[in-house]
């Protein structure tokens, strides 16, 4: 199996994706980086401290791996990006185009990239937001999405670098904390109906969002970066969709396990980040092109979370 790279190993996206490739291809086949030192999260294997702003060292580490295939996950998310919106384009833009024009200088095989639902503004349709919709923004995180794409589909057509892309929905797991996103929410909740604490929630009651399990985000992206690469039609970013609901209907999921549970709404700058954008994406493209599917609805997914958060939520809190 040819080496893997993955920058951000240590987020909460990056933790479980370096896990399942190190089960699938090897611990030796998967090193993972970060700016942080490394987590127990992502399992044994090398690893090595990286900023992917700085073009040397990312090149040094592929050096020294042989490294062939990358999955650059290292970025700021949206609530984050508006508070430092500097760091959020140096740190979203510099980190993939070194990513990308080392792909093209040491012709790496395949590079993954992950784009977000973000990349649509209020213009775009709310529901079911088809896959060309216009792609304008209000957000900085959004903007340096969309200008992500747009390299992406730059050095695939000029230089021939086979990246690919999903346009991930909010992402909630329960093995890492998140940090920095609008959907982030989503993922606190649960720890604190396990704590048996009220949730005092930053979005409106009725807000609804695109979201999608863990298990199915690491599944999608290991599903296209495994495709053959005729089947890949779309060189800016896949929609990809699984699940959309508001804080009220994930509260009354959770209230199906703990019935006494409590959430109370505080919106803040976030809600007019999440007003921005769909409340559910049409991904018929990534369905028909590379076979995407979903596994895990609501209720599936509040189970499963609230079935295995407690052995763990010590150790990641
Ligand atoms: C965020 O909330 O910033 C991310 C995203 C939707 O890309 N989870």
New binding site residues.
């Given amino acids: 199996m040819a080496t893997i790279l993955i920058t951000g190993a240590c987020g909460q996206l990056g933790s479980e994706l370096t896990a399942e490739l190190r089960k699938k291809y090897g611990s030796d086949s998967v090193v993972a980086s970060d700016v942080r030192e490394a987590n127990d999260q992502i399992g044994e294997g090398p690893f090595e401290q990286l900023d992917v702003m700085d073009a040397r060292r990312l090149d040094e580490v592929t050096e020294k791996y042989n490294i062939r295939i990358i999955y650059h996950l290292a970025a700021l998310?949206?609530?984050s990006a508006e508070k430092n919106i500097d760091l959020a384009w140096k740190l979203n833009m510099d980190g993939l185009l070194n990513v990308l024009k080392l792909a093209r200088d040491k012709q790496i095989d395949r590079v993954f990239w992950p784009s977000?639902?973000?990349v649509f503004g209020p213009d775009a349709k709310k529901d079911g937001t088809p896959q060309n919709s216009p792609a304008n923004p209000t957000t900085v995180?959004g903007i340096t999405k969309v200008a992500g794409e747009q390299w992406c589909a730059y050095f695939h057509k000029k230089f021939g670098v086979d990246v690919r892309s999903l346009r991930?929905?909010?992402?909630i797991g329960y093995k890492s904390l998140p940090g920095g996103?609008?959907?982030?929410y989503a993922v606190d909740i649960y720890h604190k109906a396990l704590a048996g604490e009220t949730f005092n929630c930053f979005l409106e009651r009725d807000s609804a969002l695109p979201m999608m399990y863990m298990e199915d985000a690491v599944k999608a992206t290991i599903d296209l970066m495994e495709a053959d690469s005729e089947k890949i039609t779309v060189r800016t970013s896949y929609n990809v969709s699984a699940i959309s609901f508001t804080p009220e209907q994930i509260a009354a999921s959770i209230r199906q396990k703990i019935s006494d549970f409590d959430i109370s709404y505080e919106p803040d700058y976030r809600q007019d980040i999440a007003a921005s954008w769909p409340d559910s994406i049409d991904d018929s493209q990534a369905r028909a092109d590379w076979g995407w599917r979903h596994a895990f609805s609501l209720d599936k997914m509040t189970d499963d979370i609230l079935t295995n958060l407690p052995a763990i939520a010590e150790k990641i809190s």
């Fill in positions: 998310l949206s609530a977000s639902i973000a995180y991930y929905p909010g992402l996103g609008t959907t982030d």
